[in-house]
């Protein structure tokens, strides 16, 4: 198992179409104003705040509403804006505070056996204050739904869950920022794809994974207290060409597939620990972590490896510490580590490996290594 896509195309869908006051007009009438328990069934409106005591808008078909910078405040419970399957829904331009769950999804009744699909895009919102921000839950699964929530130019802030659901819809977030949010991604059977954004300050970034996925990349990630968790049922992590610094734990204790690629890793706690998981990291940059790399090798009977390949560990504490069949090195060089330059008992050598100035002697264990190149 040489590598694999985490979150490809990520859909599915959800629960059923709430009955209240029906805002309709024929298709080529201009946007209509809409308020708490509307469902929406042309492009509409927001025209004030609005404080909505839990009841908020569900929207209907293809259709867009432009919060027009105001906000939709659920004064601490019910739901704020529901999408159904079944159309393509824009959300644009304003706040949604104080809501149990945000953002949430509904499968109609007369979905039928091949299930609904969704296309759900949300654009220059707020996120604060909420329970959960996205509950992406569809029924993917049993339901056959399908269905992806496109997240752009948007901000979450202290919610207590960004990204949750169980057989949910895929969400791909572009050049959005997350701060301050309990947990970013806790999720089951589905996956979030995050890029170009910044994540700061968040107490986890990914708490559950299991049978699904969270991918990151070209993101700056800082002050996390914990990026990964880890140990995930037969869910994945990747990130790709990030920078990431401030976090007690970036990579905890894993016992599934991570990839970890052409990033800058500076200033961490525990920066990557595979445990007795397997995957690949490839390219990055490790300077100033207390531990850089650290893990057991794969376990499970499967053709599991590990590939530490290319990487620059500089200034950390230990750099490479693993052991185990099934673990390989290549090209890696350490040096000006306080403690072990690589120490690999029992790995395979795939040479190129260099490592000098290493606070632990030898500097190499497990496999031969070069030592300064030559000015």
């Known amino acids: 198992m040489r590598s694999r896509p985490l979150v490809a195309t990520l859909c599915a869908a959800a629960a059923a179409v709430a009955s209240s006051v029906a805002v309709a007009a024929p298709a080529s009438a201009a946007p209509v104003a809409v308020t708490c328990g509307d469902v929406v069934t042309t ?11 839990g009841v908020g808008l569900t929207l209907v078909g293809d259709v867009t509403l432009d919060l027009r910078g105001h906000t939709l405040d659920g004064e601490g419970s019910g739901a704020g804006i529901s999408v159904t399957l079944g159309g393509t829904q824009s959300v644009l331009n304003g706040r949604l505070v104080g809501w149990s769950t945000a953002v949430d999804a509904v499968v109609p ?16 919102l707020e996120l604060v204050g909420n329970d959960t921000a996205s509950d992406l839950s569809i029924d993917s699964l049993l339901g056959g739904n399908r269905a992806t929530f496109w997240w752009s130019g948007s901000r979450f802030e202290d919610n207590g869950l960004v990204f949750g659901g169980l057989w949910g819809g895929g969400a791909v977030v572009e ?18 794809s995050i890029a170009n954004s910044v994540l700061e300050g ?44 401030g976090s007690e734990t970036v990579v905890g204790r894993s016992s599934s597939y991570v990839s970890v690629v052409e990033n800058t890793i500076v200033g961490n706690g525990v920066a990557i620990d595979l445990g007795d998981g397997w995957g690949q990291v490839v390219g990055n940059v490790f300077e100033e972590n207390r531990v850089a790399f650290t893990s057991e090798g794969p376990v499970g009977g499967w053709d599991f490896y590990v590939l530490v390949d290319g990487n620059t560990f500089v200034r950390n ?32 050598d795939l040479g190129g490996n260099r490592a000098w100035a290493n606070g632990s002697y030898p500097q190499c264990v497990g496999v031969v290594c070069a030592g300064k190149p030559r000015s």
């Open 175 to 192: 050049s959005s920022t997350f701060v301050r949010n309990a947990t970013v991604v806790s999720l089951d059977s589905t996956g979030v």
């Open 43 to 53: 492009d509409a409106y927001l025209d004030a705040d609005t404080a909505c005591a």
């Open 202 to 245: 968040n107490d986890v970034v990914a708490d559950d994974l299991t049978e699904g996925g969270l991918t990151i990349t070209d993101s700056v990630l800082v002050d996390n207290r914990v990026v990964d968790v880890g140990g995930h049922f037969m869910g994945g992590l990747e990130l790709s060409r990030n920078e990431i610094r």
């Open 317 to 348: 504490g230990d750099a490479v510490v693993t052991t185990g069949a099934g673990t390989e090195l290549r090209d890696n060089v350490a040096h000006h580590n306080t403690g072990w330059g690589i120490h690999a008992p029992g790995v395979t």
């Open 109 to 124: 009744p007369d979905a039928g056996d091949g299930g609904a699909v969704g296309d759900f895009s949300f654009a220059g």
